[in-house]
Each structure stands twice: as structure tokens, then as C-alpha cells.
């Protein structure tokens, strides 16, 4: 089986794995009911943020049972969709964000070093790195966070009525990071455990509140990616 069918396979995955996503059906702006529609809508294509939630499940699987083929695969998903790092500060909180890594090379050296470089491996992944596309800016949006033990990170943030939104959430150096959504009238409009994926489809253009939690006791490092 070809790489790049694995990769198909696995994105057709992402989507019968996806949160429940929510029709997108109008409604009033009354801060006393949650701004989410609730409605099922039928699976589609893979949103990037979703992807880029599958290339971690991916990751977390292949280190998991040592398979250094999930790690190519979940490095070819993160190259195709494409992201732009940006500095999104947590709110009050005035500390530098970690530098950016390149997390699909790191991915790729992962798979390597675990796999002993075995020939196959280690050409397949030469080939994931020789088809990048310089310069490309995709559908993701990601900022890095470092969050002290038993801390949240509040990030405020805008979305548009009818139009799906995704946020994602995971510890690159943690398990313990957890991921909660709330609109402007304080209803729980997601929650979800690291590796977290929340998407959802507001009722109408309004501001949410992003929190990340740190359970564990020590410091960790995060990313958190939106669409």
C-alpha cells in the first residue's frame, strides 16, 4: 500500500472520527442561550485544523506502538494541509512563547530514529520531505503557548456566525493539556483532553473564550490551532 493511500485512508478516517459538527441555521443574538447551533450536518471533506488533529492522533498512535509509519503519514497530512505560526498571546499574560519547530522534519526524524533507519522508512520519509512546498501558508493557524502546572491560558477570540469553527489543542511535551470553549454568556460550548479538537458553528458573530488548561504539575509546552 502506497503512502499516499495511506494517507487518503487515513484523512476518510478523520472525518467518521470528527466531533459532532453543527448545521448552521440563524438564530438571534440572546446571550441567555449558548451562541452554537446544535443540528448534525452530514460528514464532508476534512477542515484543516481537523487534519492537523489527525496528523497528532497519528503521531500519538506511532509513538505509542512504536509504528514509524503513523509518524510519516501524520507528517505527510500536516505538510499538505499547511500552517501559518502566529504570536497570540494568552490574555494577561506577558511571557515569549516558545520558537516555532518544525514539526513535520521533527516528525520525520522521529520516524526514522524509531524504525533504526530502515531503508524503507527512511526513503519514504526522504520522500515526504522532498515534496514540500516552499513557502506555503495553508488553512491552519497556530500559536505556541508554555503554561505552568495547574494554570489556565485565556485567549478571547472572534467567530462568525455560520461558519464552522475549529481549535485544537495539544501538549507537545505533555498529555495534561485540556481544551474549553465557552461563548460571551458563559455556556460550555466544548470541552475536549489533550490531543483536544473542538468544532462548532456559531448561532452568530460573537466573541468566545479559549481556555487552556494545564492539569499536571509541571511546566509544558502547547499548541493551539485554529482555522
Same mark, same amino acid.
Given at each position: 500500500m502506497t503512502l499516499r493511500i495511506l494517507v487518503s485512508l487515513a484523512l476518510m478516517a478523520g472525518v467518521s472520527m470528527a466531533g459532532a459538527a453543527v448545521a448552521q441555521t440563524a438564530a438571534p443574538a440572546d446571550k441567555s442561550k449558548e451562541n452554537v447551533?446544535?443540528?448534525?450536518?452530514?460528514?464532508?471533506?476534512?477542515?484543516?485544523?481537523?487534519?492537523?488533529?489527525?496528523?497528532?492522533?497519528?503521531?500519538?498512535?506511532?509513538?505509542?506502538?512504536?509504528?514509524?509509519?503513523?509518524?510519516i503519514v501524520a507528517a505527510q497530512i500536516r505538510q499538505q494541509v499547511g500552517v501559518k505560526v502566529v504570536e497570540r498571546k494568552p490574555d494577561g499574560v506577558d511571557a515569549a512563547a516558545p520558537a516555532a519547530t518544525d514539526v513535520v522534519a521533527g516528525l520525520l526524524d522521529e520516524a526514522k530514529a524509531l524504525s533504526k533507519n530502515d531503508k524503507t522508512i527512511v526513503a519514504l520519509a526522504d520522500d515526504v520531505k522532498a515534496s514540500a512546498t516552499k513557502g506555503r501558508v !495553508? $488553512?491552519?493557524? /497556530?500559536?505556541?503557548?508554555?503554561?505552568?502546572?495547574?494554570?489556565?491560558?485565556?485567549r478571547t477570540m472572534s467567530f462568525r456566525a455560520k461558519q464552522t469553527a475549529e481549535i485544537a489543542a495539544v501538549g507537545t511535551d505533555t498529555n495534561d493539556i485540556m481544551l474549553e470553549?465557552?461563548?460571551? !454568556? $458563559?455556556?460550555? /460550548?466544548?470541552?475536549?483532553?489533550?490531543p483536544a479538537y473542538c468544532r462548532f458553528t456559531p448561532a452568530w458573530t460573537g466573541a468566545f473564550t479559549v481556555k487552556v488548561h494545564n492539569n499536571g504539575t509541571s511546566l509544558a509546552h502547547y499548541r493551539l490551532e485554529t482555522n
Open positions: 447551533t446544535r443540528e448534525a450536518v452530514k460528514p464532508g471533506d476534512p477542515m484543516p485544523v481537523q487534519q492537523l488533529h489527525l496528523s497528532e492522533q497519528l503521531a500519538t498512535y506511532g509513538r505509542a506502538n512504536k509504528d514509524p509509519l503513523s509518524l !495553508g $488553512g491552519g493557524i /497556530i500559536s505556541l503557548g508554555q503554561i505552568t502546572g495547574r494554570t489556565i491560558h485565556n470553549v465557552f461563548d460571551e !454568556g $458563559g455556556h460550555l /460550548i466544548c470541552r475536549d483532553t489533550d
